[in-house]
């Protein structure tokens, strides 16, 4: 009988739970011989010498070059969250080691998180919402709806796809600009939208929704200059990463009232006490939740499982990640 692979658990112990809850751990348990207490430093864990595989997690230990010498028998690293720049670096690939990320699996309540913002942003709920606390109620006649307003959609990302899908599925009529340097014309045809560049889906959009991944050339993708082009009375949405916004010039725009954002992730995370944004009311601002939360968490387990029981039938990984597209992937 072949021997059983062996698999070490790394991740923050009081995720472990949510991340594996009993029937995934015991679907883990038939696959492969795992080891009970999960990893959080490499130093002195003498399991990395027989480890076959990894499933990581949030909390994770940086694989360096000093772990993965410990490590002669690791095949694959499988990490049960969406990116793996974290933990995983270009020595693992160099060393032939596969790697997979539950991105797919991440993704899902992301764009449904993204969605949900954008229904708000189309009736300019938050602005209405602070109306309403002060006794003024909208006339029929300023009431905004959704139908044929335009999306920007910045980065067709896995995410940024998503979403894509969903708008154009709605009954709403939705118009959708996209700005990504790796979809040309053609790709975003197929997709159902423009392709555009960042200056002029700023200019056109009614409500901008941010989805590229966090890369030096991303950082600060919209400044000042570009937050100026948007029509008055937009809506910027942000369930990517921070840096990609210039948080002081959107603070700037939404205290002006010439613009509403809804954002899950700012630069800093989480914003100082006292930062001017908690204090407007046509902001929402919400601690890093689009992503999979409370019982969402075993989705991204469920995924590392069944990429494990991939991996030992000899099948491709479904959510593998290669070390050429790091410069253009989250
Ligand atoms: N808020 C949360 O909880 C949460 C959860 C998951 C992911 N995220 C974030 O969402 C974003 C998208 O994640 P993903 O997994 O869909 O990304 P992804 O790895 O699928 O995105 C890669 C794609 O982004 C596009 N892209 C690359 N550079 C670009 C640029 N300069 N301008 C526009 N587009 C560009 C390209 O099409 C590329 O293929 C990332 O910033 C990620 O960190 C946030």
Redesign the pocket.
Known sequence: MAERQKLVLAMRPDILDLVLPAPLRARLDALVDVHPEPVTDWDGCDRLATADLLLTGWGCPPLDAAALDRAPRLAAVVHAA??VKGHVGPEVWQRGIAVSSA?DA??AP?IEFTLATVWLAARRTLGVSAAYRRGVLPTYGDRRGADGAVVGV???????RGVIARLLAAPAGFRVLL?????GADEAAALGVEATDLDDLCRRSDIVTV?????P??HH?LDARRLALLPDGAAVIN???GRLVDTDALTLECAAGRVDAYL??TEPEPLPAGHPLYGLRNVLLTP????CQGTEVRRLGAYAVDEVARWIQGEPLRGAVHADDLA???
Do not use: C, K
């Open positions: 969406g990116t991105a991440n993704a992301v910045i980065g067709a990302s896995r995410i940024g700005a990504d340097p790796y979809v989805h590229a991944p966090d890369l050339e991303t993708l369930t990517a990463r899950d992730v890093h939740i689009a992503g253009r992937i989250a």
